[in-house]
């Protein structure tokens, strides 16, 4: 019998499941409602409950979190739900006329963006490696984003995709290819 440790499988066979049914959803969706299904309010606190299974006691690394400073929501979302596709998955501020921390993410990848003045400065690059850049890039590209229309080069052995968000973050999608 599965647990919460079968998280991302469970997920997996829902998504297939409901695709039978001519119903689809997103990853992001399906580890959501697998959360919901244990009794947790969302995937973040799911996935902090999964604990690795080493069994020797081995310091291990389970995932990364970029944290990206934004100074505007509206643009914010222009660029990172409208141009790069991303979906909102949840909002967090600590009352009226607080800044904004919220979580956005498209398939496997998850962003943190925060108003707080303290998370990140801006002006970083975060790389993403991921498979599909030659269709991501055409994708971005049929949106006509009037701020950019980015390149894919090739660059010893990968494809590089590179984006500037509206606060001077980079964001480089890498594929390797050779």
Known sequence: MRDYRDAKAMAKTLREELATRDLSITHSEALELVARQFGLANWNILSARIEPQTGDGSIVFERTMPIVRIFD??????????????????????????????????????????????????????????????????????????????????????????????????????????
């Open 73 to 178: 929501v509206a643009k914010a979302h222009e660029f990172y739900l409208g141009f790069l596709g991303f979906s909102v998955d949840w909002e967090h501020r600590y009352g009226d006329n607080f800044p904004l921390y919220t979580q956005v993410s498209r398939g496997g990848l998850q962003l943190h963006l925060s108003e707080h003045a303290g998370d990140a400065t801006p002006g970083g690059t975060t790389v993403v490696y991921m498979k599909g850049a030659r269709a991501f890039q055409k994708e971005l590209i049929e949106k006509k984003y009037r701020y950019m229309k980015p390149g894919l080069e090739e660059v010893d052995g990968r494809l590089e995709v590179t984006v500037i968000d509206p606060f001077n973050n980079h964001i480089r999608f890498m594929e390797i290819v050779a």
